[in-house]
Each structure stands twice: as C-alpha cells, then as structure tokens.
C-alpha cells in the first residue's frame, strides 16, 4: 500500500445549506491534486473507491476518487505507476532502524533488508557492548581506588572480577537491545527482510537469492567494518579488531593498541580497568589527535600518564604477526615520516583500533553508474546519491557510515530520518556540526561544532572574532559531591554574535552534559538567551550554566518574556486555552498567506478539513 493521498478537488464549492465554511466560493479555481503526505488511505475510506457523502443536511464532498501515491522527491525521474513499498532500506542497523521508524510515522509502506543481524555493529559489535565493558571498567576503576573510597568513608575489600560473568553482561546487553529494535520494527508494521540487499536498478532492490522487490525510494545504510591496515595479520585471538574484543576471551597481561582515537581510548579504559598493560601506538605526533588539542592535553595527564599505559607516536605498525608456537605477538615499528625501522615490541595481544572502513562492496552500484570514493559512496547535503558523472541518481539516499560524512551511530540515524523528510515532501538539510560525539571513557570526553584551532581558522576566513569560554568541574557541587572535580568544559563562539562555534567537555557525565550545548547549535540559539536559562542546583548541568555565563558577548538577549510566554502558550496568570477563534476550523484565505510553501499550505488544510469532518459526521 502506497501512502499519500491525492484529492482532486472539482469546483463545486464546499459549503452546508445555511452555514458558510470560510467563503462560498472554492479555494481553487480550477481542478488540481493535492497530496496530503504520511497518511495511510484507511484514514479516508475503507476502499480506494469509496466515496465519502455526509448526510444531506451536512457538508457532501462531491463524489471524490481517493487515489493513494507516494508523496516523494524523485529528483526529476518520472516514478514508475506502482510499488511494491515506498521506502526500502538495506541495512537494519541503528541507521536504518531510525528510518524505518519515521518512514513508518509518516505513513510509508517500508521494508527493511539485513543479511546479518538486526542492530549493525552498534548493538552487536560496538557502541552498545562496550557500553556494557566501560560500566564494568568504571565500577572496577572506582573500587580498586582507596583514596577515593576513604574519602567517602568507605572501605571496601579487594574487588575483583569474573572473566566471563562481564562478557556474558556485553553479550546480554547486546541480544536486549537487538530484541528491542527487532521488536518495535515488528509492531509498527515494517517488514523485514532477511537477505544480502542490493541495488539492481532505478527503484529496484535484490536480496537473499532471487528476490527482487520494487520501491518509491531507496536507503543504502550498510554501515562499516573494522579497517586493518596492510602488513597486520589478523588471527581474531591474540591480534584482534574491536568486533573480537568486545568477547572478552581473555585479558592480557600486555596489549598494544594501535590507534589513540575513540575505539583505542575506551579499551585502554576497560583492559587497564582489569589489570592488563597497554601500549599505544600513533601513526601521528600527538596521542587523541582528533579532540581538541586543549582537552587531549589535560585528557592524557588524567587517562593516560596515572594508569599502566605507556606509547609510542609518530610510527606505523609496519607488520604484526599474532603469536604462535610459543612466540608473542610481534610488531614492527617505522617511521611515520621517514618510514625507516624504529622498533620491535613483544606483547601478548595487539588491537587494531585504527578506524573502520565503509562496507560497500557487492551493493550493485554498478547497475546505477555510481564510483565509490575509497569505499565510500558520494552523496550531497541531502545524502541523495551521486552517480560516476557526477548527477544526481534519481530516488537512491545513502546515510551513516557507508557514505562518511560522520561515522557515528545516531549521525547515521539523524540522516535517515532527514531523507525520510525530504521523500514525504519537507525539504531538510541536517546541520553535521550540530551532531555531538563523546568517547565513554572515566571520566567521559564530549564535543558538538569545531575545535578551537578549526574555528579560528574559520574566523580568519570570514573575518569574525572567535573567543573561548572555560569553567572548571572543580566549581560544581555536584562534582565535589562525588568527589569528581577533575575536568573542564570549553565554548567555542563569535562574541560579536553569540554564536556558539563548539563546546567540549571532559569531565563527570560529560556525554550527558553535551547535549544542551549541540541542541543550542542545531536550534541557532544564541549565548544570549542561554545565560537566562535556568538549571537545577545542585547538578552537573551547571557546569554548561557557568559557561555559558562566562562568556563575554555583545548584545542582549533576542527573546522577550512576552514572546516566551507567548510560545508556551501562557498569560500572566498561567496556562491557557484556545481562543473561540483557534477552536473554529476555517477554510479562509489566511490559510494562503501563512503558508509559506505548498508542503506546509496542504498540511494546513488538511488538518482543518479533517477536524470539520469529524465535527459534522453522525
């Protein structure tokens, strides 16, 4: 069943004998179809052919063929007359998940095809067990502290850990999260289809062995696979990649890990946490290159120089061969630069931990002239695909990490859910600096927007001011309450403005603490505003509250008390209702004139059609 409904209006004036509905006269001139997007044809009819008549004394619309279309961009291709579903997605992992429930929502007919395991690597290899591993870490970490334990009074006898008791409570989480999306897929009516997916044509999808089903649009959303560079011999035991660390079969005594980003930081975190050594390796000259370089300095005094952790920067791991025969594991080491031999380590394990890789291959982009860009396939700002001449492939989106634009789960998810706007009729273009990211490690590492240095180089660009904000975790009570006050948060932004360029965070719950700031930037709200903002006392939110007081901006706020109340729709004595006026639906002219485009004009009448409908039936 397809799912938009296209009403041909005939000139016949919608109007009740004695009653004027807005005007007498018709809205429209002449006869033309409007689609009202996301609504199923059971919201009209119980057949496509039925024809809606009220009683003779109410109003009749005039015998009126519902026709059901999907209400999609086709980026200018002329969409074949039937479909098999409006929207098929490949890839169920939280991408396509987060798309197939808005598709869902907006009233598409959608399938889902995922020839592994529902989740991706999220839920079953990523984000989501090493959630489970860190809070493992975190408890162990906390306990084997004395200090930290007297402080509070507390005295707390040798902890240890089983093995295989915190691997069970990965893999558990693992298999809830899995069962819970699988589930709420089910419910909300998207069919799932098991099989390896593929694009085989202009709206059309293989899967399995000879299955071919057809589509309004097309989601690629295969996500990425741990990305293992040349000369490392991956054994899955003693030389691993995240998705075989995440088991836990063993803890080391001694474990290289090669690459200081998010993945090698959070592991460095649990396999310190119980008790192995770690050695890191960094192809650049700095360890955390990729946060900002303030928080990546105080980050290593804090994650790195206290634990069991010592490393290596500016190499490569040329080679690394998994022990065997009684030989450790061997890595040999060059020069970032120069590429001549450095060193040669012995350890018991070596984790590869140097990014991931786009998983795109046998995806049949082929059948629509799409060229990968190292393994990653081109889209626009509106993720619709790019084909090899550099058009536009008509009905085809690729969202998450098989497109690059921001590996990170709920990025992925974001984009599904902006192409499912865009294909029920909204234009929508998601803001990439608005997405937050955070590194799960104790005490938790966050970020929204640029990093210092990027932001003044932008404003060098542009010619803007860029100034910084700072306040410490040490000034917040609820830190102090916990004895927690090591970390900073830092605020990027224009002062001419208010603008906020980027905000990190290292501190207590910093992945939590994120959020307000990354929200102010998807919204445009600026510094102004935020310093009239009100946080609970005592919580680790005013660590955000203090720094947003602490910068120094130009201006006032831009919003007037009159106009909040105005939004929360309250008057000085407190809620209140609708007016006469706002009760009474009314098909007028004011309809045209607050309609800034025909999505939002067609929305605005269906919804006050339906509720005089609904008022005026028997």
């Known amino acids: 069943m397809q799912s938009a409904v296209a009403l041909p209006f005939s000139q016949t004036p919608l109007t009740r004998p004695n009653r004027v509905l807005g005007s007498t006269k018709s809205i429209f001139s002449t006869p033309r179809s409007l689609q009202f997007c996301g609504l ?26 519902f026709k059901v279309s999907a209400a999609a961009t086709t980026n200018g291709a002329p969409p074949p007359k039937s479909f098999d579903y409006d929207l098929i997605i490949i890839g169920a992992g939280v991408g396509g998940h987060g798309a197939a429930l808005h598709a869902v929502e907006k009233g598409l007919k959608t399938a889902i095809i995922e020839g592994d395991v529902v989740g991706g690597t999220c839920v079953n290899r990523g984000c989501v067990p090493s959630k489970a591993l860190l809070a493992v870490s975190g408890r162990m970490r906390e306990l084997q502290n004395e200090h930290h334990m007297k402080s509070f009074g507390l005295q707390v006898s040798a902890a240890g850990y089983d093995r295989q008791g915190v691997a069970d409570h990965a ?23 098991t099989g390896f997916g593929s694009v085989l044509g202009p709206q059309k999808v293989k899967y399995g062995k000879d299955n071919i089903i057809t589509a309004k649009n097309i989601i690629i959303a295969t996500g990425s696979v741990p990305f293992v560079p040349k000369g490392i011999e991956v054994d899955g035991k003693t030389v691993i990649t ?6 836990l079969e063993s803890v080391p005594d001694w474990i290289a890990i090669v690459g200081s980003g998010y993945i090698g930081l959070e592991f460095s975190d649990v396999y310190t946490a119980l008790g192995s050594e770690v050695t890191f390796i960094e192809a ?16 290593q005094r ?31 080491l060059i020069d970032a630069k120069t590429k ?61 990490d098989a497109n690059g634009k921001l590996m990170l789960a709920h990025a992925a998810s974001a984009q599904g859910i902006s192409v499912v706007e865009q294909v029920t009729g909204r234009d929508h273009v998601l803001n990439h600096l608005s997405i937050p990211a955070a590194c799960f490690t104790h005490p938790e590492i966050s970020m929204v927007g640029l990093t210092e240095p990027q932001a003044r180089e932008k404003g060098e660009k542009e010619g803007f001011k860029v100034s910084v904000a700072k306040t410490s975790f040490k ?37 939590d603490l994120i959020h307000e700031a990354s929200n102010a930037i998807a919204l445009g709200t600026r510094i102004q505003d935020l310093k009239l903002a009100v946080h609970a006392h005592p919580t680790l939110s005013e660590v955000l509250d203090e720094l947003f007081k602490a910068a120094k901006v130009e201006g006032h706020a831009t919003t007037k008390t009159g106009d909040a109340k105005k939004k929360l729709n309250m008057n000085e004595d407190g809620p209140r209702g609708p007016s006469d006026d706002e009760k009474q639906p009314s098909l007028s002219k004011d309809l045209i004139v607050r309609s800034t485009n025909l999505s939002s004009f067609v929305e605005d009448i269906y919804a006050r059609v339906m509720s005089l409908v609904s008022r005026v039936f028997v």
């Open 40 to 65: 199923r044809r059971e919201a009209f009819c119980s057949s496509p052919s039925t024809h809606l008549t009220l009683r003779s004394d109410r109003v009749r619309i005039p015998s009126t063929r």
């Open 284 to 299: 650049l000259d700095q360890l955390m290159p990729g946060f900002d370089p303030e928080i990546s300095k105080l980050a």
């Open 475 to 511: 000034a917040n009570t609820k830190a102090l309450a916990e004895n927690e006050g090591e970390g900073i948060a830092k605020m990027i932004y224009r002062p001419d403005n208010g603008e906020i360029l980027g905000v990190h965070i290292f501190g207590l719950h910093a992945a």
């Open 171 to 193: 893999n558990n989480l693992a298999t809830k999260i899995r069962n819970n999306l699988t589930n709420s897929m089910k419910a909300l009516g998207v069919d799932i289809l």
């Open 242 to 247: 995240s998705d075989h660390a995440l088991k």
């Open 340 to 400: 001549e031999h450095k060193d040669t380590l012995e350890v018991d394990a070596a984790l590869i931990a140097t990014g991931r890789a786009p998983f795109t291959n046998g995806l049949g982009l082929e059948n629509v002239n799409v060229v990968t860009q190292r393994g990653f396939i081109p889209v626009d700002e509106r993720m619709r695909v790019i084909d090899g001449n550099g058009k536009l492939v008509p009905n085809l989106y690729c969202i998450g």
């Open 302 to 332: 804090v994650l790195i120089n206290p634990r069991k952790i010592d490393y290596h920067t500016g190499v490569f791991a040329s080679k690394i061969t998994p022990a065997k025969d009684g030989k450790p594991v061997m890595i040999e």
